[in-house]
């Protein structure tokens, strides 16, 4: 359920970035609301059952769940206090963005929305193979970000006024997507490190390793 409310919100999101929406923006705080009650609740449960009862895997299960629900709610801090002032920002202010840009964003949006499902998958699943996929796909998310900065300060040079007039908002909409990502991809390393597999995966930062720890 929680996974379900963060995909709803960067839809939601995005499709009020699109459309200038202010009714699909304000909306974003109530689903926020929700995903911080359903967070709560899987941690008081997870509380509520005895740890001496658990044996050493559904204790590492526990534990896992309790990690992804906690990225969960701070992804959807992010969009809320985030993303959501950005679309409020370009909407008071009536920008737009140009087409190539507006069109690189769409694509990072997209982009999150996969590894989201991908991490979903791989907490029911545990598969190591998709946790790798989705570490790996830090690296394209990187490139994505910084081919669409380029692609920007080049627009910017070029002196297309839409690229002018939204400039730090289309840096700051990457910025806070990229943040997204390293949440989403946080799953992927207590499984990773448990089946012995990090080595193989790509460079492993110190924010990673603290998630593991």
């Known amino acids: 359920r929680i996974g379900d409310c963060i995909t ?21 705080a109530v689903m926020d609301d929700e995903v911080d009650r359903l967070n709560s609740a899987v941690k008081l449960y ?5 740890s001496s009862a658990l044996d050493e895997k559904d204790e590492q299960r526990s534990n896992e769940i309790i990690r992804y629900a906690t990225n969960l709610e701070h992804i959807g801090d992010i969009v ?6 950005l679309v409020d920002k370009k909407i008071r202010n009536q920008l737009s963005f140009s087409a190539e840009g507006a069109a690189e ?11 989201l499902r991908l991490a979903q998958s791989i907490l029911v ?23 669409s900065a380029t692609n920007h300060m080049a627009r910017l040079r070029d002196g297309i006024i839409d ?6 908002l289309h840096l700051d909409i990457l910025r806070d997507l990229k943040r997204i990502n390293a ?13 012995g597999a990090l080595r193989e995966s790509r460079i492993m930062t ?3 390793i603290a998630v593991i720890s």
Not at 46 to 50: E, S, T, W
Not at 163 to 168: G, L, P, V
């Open 183 to 195: 949440h989403i991809a946080a799953i992927a390393y207590p499984i990773l490190k448990r089946q």
């Open 80 to 85: 809320d206090r985030n993303l959501r002032d």
């Open 125 to 147: 699943t545990g598969d190591a193979q998709l946790a790798r996929q989705l570490v790996e796909s830090k690296v394209d998310i990187r490139h994505l970000e910084e081919r």
């Open 163 to 168: 690229s002018m007039q939204t400039s730090s």
């Open 206 to 208: 110190g924010e990673q």
């Open 46 to 50: 997870l509380a509520k059952l005895n």
């Open 8 to 28: 709803a919100m960067l839809q939601t999101n995005l499709e009020a970035l699109k459309k200038n929406d202010t009714a699909r923006s304000s909306g974003i």
């Open 105 to 115: 964003i769409e694509e990072f949006y997209r982009m999150t929305l996969e590894n």
